[in-house]
């Protein structure tokens, strides 16, 4: 609209015509004075904060509303927050639309068990407003823990570490090792706790059955009472003679072996077994002997103890729970091994690899060394001949007996060598010097 005011025409008027027409134009210029002083500069945007919700432990929800806008156009609106009082988009801030209204934002990335300050803001063309301030606590997150190795394996405890990775942003309130005889054991079962402590900890655990498998997992608890464990691990207990021979075991199929030739020098009931160290005494026996390789002790830590036949019926010469395995309990070894059960029964050589799966991975001559994949663990101890009593082949093959006879003067065995890949079979003259394994009841 636009206003034209002629004062000559206003001057030209009479009288009794012009004072009306100043009270028009007068009354004209006071309305537009007050339109114009009725039109207001803008102002900050009016903006509220409402209460966090849907809290984690690493993320929340934040809503804002945008009452007014302030008589100028909202540009940007959003939440800002920290970990100190009065957060501004100097901190941590997430926009969210635009205009005045309600809004919403998920924070992310907080850390767990920490208090943060929230305020929603708007801008328009004024500057930034700031809503009311809020606080919220993210939550306690699961603690981690690393299984560490087990040490100091005895036949009726072992040692088992653990290492705390992460506590969930809380202090941990209980740490320690759980184990059982099946897979994923947990707290519920055997379990042995420390309170307090570094993060590194060892645990001692007791009351184990000699010559079994065990699981065991650290496990560590927080202050928010979460419960954590650390990856599985599988151990088994050593087994111990009547002399307190300590042996190793391993689970091949369904059957418990020592890994180790047994070394007693005595019976279970305490007796002692002769050691015969005499040539000709040895080929004249006619009931239990041991001797070492060579006569020589220093071989009882490697090989073990050489026995005649007869020892095994003279008296009860395993650990408890075990025994010495038949012929037909070699034959479901090398059955599980990938011999083929035709061949079980075959006299001599027999099989395809399964020697080398039994044979240690050192200390056979001649490049005889085996892969040991069974875990068998066989060693080339050599043996004692029954027709001299003398010693022969060490570093090259080695018998062990089975507790099966073939007649009143002969007996079932196993032999490997570092010449062949596969096992034999056969029988010999009770006399002979010859390895024992133990296997599990």
Not at 47 to 56: C, G, L, N, P, S
Not at 341 to 360: E, F, L, Y
């Amino acid at each position: 609209m636009r206003l034209v005011i002629n004062l000559n025409h206003l001057n030209s008027m009479s009288d009794n015509r012009k004072l009306p027409a100043l009270f028009l134009l007068t009354s004209l210029l006071t309305g537009m004075l007050l339109v114009i002083s009725c039109i207001k500069d803008p102002t900050l945007p009016a903006i509220t904060t409402d209460e966090a919700r849907e809290i984690t432990i690493n993320s929340a929800i934040v809503d804002g509303n945008v009452t007014e806008d302030g008589g100028a156009e909202v540009t940007v609106r959003g939440i800002c927050w920290g970990t100190g009082s009065m957060p501004t988009l100097d901190d941590s801030f997430k926009a969210s639309g635009t205009g005045p209204g309600e809004f919403s934002c998920t924070i992310e990335g907080l850390d767990p068990n920490t208090e943060y300050y929230a305020r929603a803001f708007a801008e328009n063309s004024i500057g930034i407003a700031f809503g009311n301030e809020i606080a919220f606590k993210t939550g306690i997150a699961p603690p981690s823990v690393t299984t560490g190795q087990v040490s100091e394996i005895m036949a009726n405890s072992a040692v088992c570490s653990g290492i705390i990775v992460y506590d969930g942003g809380a202090g941990i309130t209980e740490k320690g090792i759980c184990w059982s005889l099946t897979p994923e054991p947990d707290v519920q079962g055997s379990h042995t706790s420390i309170a307090t402590g570094s993060v590194t900890y060892t645990c001692t655990l007791s009351g184990l059955t000699a010559g079994t498998r065990y699981y065991a997992r650290a496990y560590v608890k927080n202050q928010g009472g979460i419960l954590a464990y650390g990856e599985q691990i599988v151990f088994n207990t050593k087994l111990a003679d009547i002399e307190g021979n300590l042996y190793s075991v391993v689970y091949i199929g369904n059957q418990v072996w020592m890994v180790e030739n047994l070394r007693t020098t005595k019976f279970n009931n305490n007796a002692p077994i002769p050691n015969i160290t005499d040539n000709t005494e040895w080929l004249n026996l006619t009931g239990a002997a041991y001797c070492w390789y060579n006569n020589d002790i220093q071989y009882k830590s490697t090989f073990g103890a050489l026995y005649s036949w007869y020892t095994i019926t003279d008296g009860d010469l395993c650990p408890t729970g075990w025994h010495v395995p038949s012929d037909d309990e070699y034959g479901t070894l090398e059955v599980y091994l990938g011999l083929n059960p035709d061949s079980v029964k075959v006299w001599g050589w027999r099989g395809t690899n399964q020697g080398i799966q039994i044979k240690s991975t050192t200390g056979w001559e001649d490049g005889g060394n085996g892969t040991n994949t069974s875990g068998f663990t066989g060693l080339p101890g050599g043996f004692r001949y029954a027709a001299q009593g003398a010693f022969y082949s060490l570093g090259k093959l080695t018998y062990w007996w089975s507790s099966s006879e073939l007649n009143a003067n002969e007996g079932w065995y196993r032999l490997i060598d570092n010449t062949n890949n596969d096992i034999y079979r056969a029988t010999t003259s009770k006399k002979g010097g010859k390895y024992i394994r133990c296997v599990k009841n």
